[in-house]
């Protein structure tokens, strides 16, 4: 069955930078993108990022550009997100996403894991 294992989080100063890590399994990785999104408590999820199936097309909220870099290794099922220059409002609980196909957009998913937990915070 698909699993999705997110790694990295934890307690990071503004300004600092932390790297989460999604782990996958039970489907063919390579053959679909894959997706970040977020949620702060009382709030809705925000699509963070997204990267097509071969590592292009690199998708970021507006919230986070410039800021966050979204990467992938097929040859370790692995999907990685770094976050630099972290803010107070990048505190969240950080969730990687299955998409449909190839090249699905933030959104398109149809699997998610447990998600990470982020504080920025001095």
């Known amino acids: 069955q698909v699993r999705l294992v997110e790694s990295g989080g934890g307690l990071a100063q503004p300004g600092g930078s932390l790297r989460l890590s999604c782990a996958a399994s039970?489907?063919?990785?390579?053959?679909?993108?894959m997706s970040w999104a977020r949620q702060a408590p009382g709030k809705g999820v925000e699509w963070v990022s997204n990267?097509?199936?071969?590592?292009?097309?690199?998708w970021y909220a507006d919230s986070v550009k410039g800021r966050f870099t979204i990467s992938r290794d097929n040859a370790r099922n692995t999907v990685y997100l770094q976050m630099n220059s972290l803010k107070p409002e990048d505190t969240a609980r950080y969730y990687c996403?299955?998409?449909?196909?190839?090249?699905?957009?933030?959104?398109?998913?149809?699997?998610w894991g447990q998600g990470t937990q982020v504080t920025v915070s001095s």
């Open positions: 996403y299955k998409g449909k196909n190839y090249y699905s957009e933030p959104g398109e998913v149809d699997y």
């Open positions: 990267i097509y199936s071969d590592g292009s097309g690199p």
């Open positions: 039970g489907f063919t990785f390579r053959n679909f993108a």
